[in-house]
DNA sequence: TATTGTTATACTCTATAACTATA
DNA sequence: TATAGTTATAGAGTATAACAATA
């Protein structure tokens, strides 16, 4: 199987040697692959990873109020009013308020919401594990711990 | 130490097990810290993550083209070009034609550019000996590995 | 005064279509 | 025709300041 072309210029292979060294590189470009991944799985639901994210705490932590649940996505209070809205908007979560604090409200889900969530959480239980399948459990439990572990940074 | 006061309301833990399962939700919140320390870290140098990849490769790869350095950095090409001119405007690499193909530009380091390239690699290195100074050899080459092998999404 | 939610705003990254000039 | 680089554009995520209502 010899090849008769006169290869018209070996493109040279690139040398990333100086990037593969540093994790950030290889998390920026395994993040991209997950989220495309994630974004064509929850397509079908009309969520992206932050409205599915808030959903899904919001049904297990129903009464939320907006400000927690923007400490627990890790983003800023403005950013999370768009996608509470948008829930609203699909009547998957209501805000209620609360009557001991007229200021905040209560994320509840609707019947409507815990429906879709349910559905939600099966499909990207099955992209999880097309994604990762190559990797045996102690291998993702490692994945995890090394993430999670990344949280808080002492920064100099 | 007994506390007396009459904690007005003891913020119930949220209930983010669902959510922890996916691996996804972990990597996005570690690479948010991730990137953000880069920031911080390459700010003085007037460069961000991108900027950065795009200046290494061309150090590392004098010559190269826009659409390989593209390919090289996992971004489409209209997304190079700005990056590229913000690294041509600042006199760090420059825009040669090359003869044997009058389309395309051999991106060439300047000694400014090789000189700034330095000292920031320098700072990257020190930014992630510190972020993951927690870290073992073997677990580093771990994450490493299994970061680099979801590259190829072999998608249902 | 402090906090909840909100608006406005700006910057970055990503993605696609369509154009030009070359090949 | 196909490719290299470009322009325009749109969508999404992130971050900060400042405001009204309420505490």
Redesign the interface.
Known sequence: MTDPRPTPLP??E?????????????????????????T?TLGPFRLR?LTY?AL??VC??PG?SQT?LAA?M?IERPNLVVIVDELERRGLITRDRVPTDRRAYALMPTPSGRRLCGQA?KA??AH?A???A??DDT??Q???A??????A????
């Open positions: 493109p040279p690139i040398s990333d040697a100086t990037l593969r060294r540093f994790v950030g590189y290889h998390m920026k470009r395994a993040f991209n692959v997950v989220q495309a991944d994630l064509a990873m994210s899904v705490l297990d932590n939320l927690r627990a890790d959480i990207v239980e999880e097309r994604l990762f190559g990797l291998t993702r490692t994945l995890v090394v993430l999670s572990a990344l949280r940074t002492p920064n100099s």
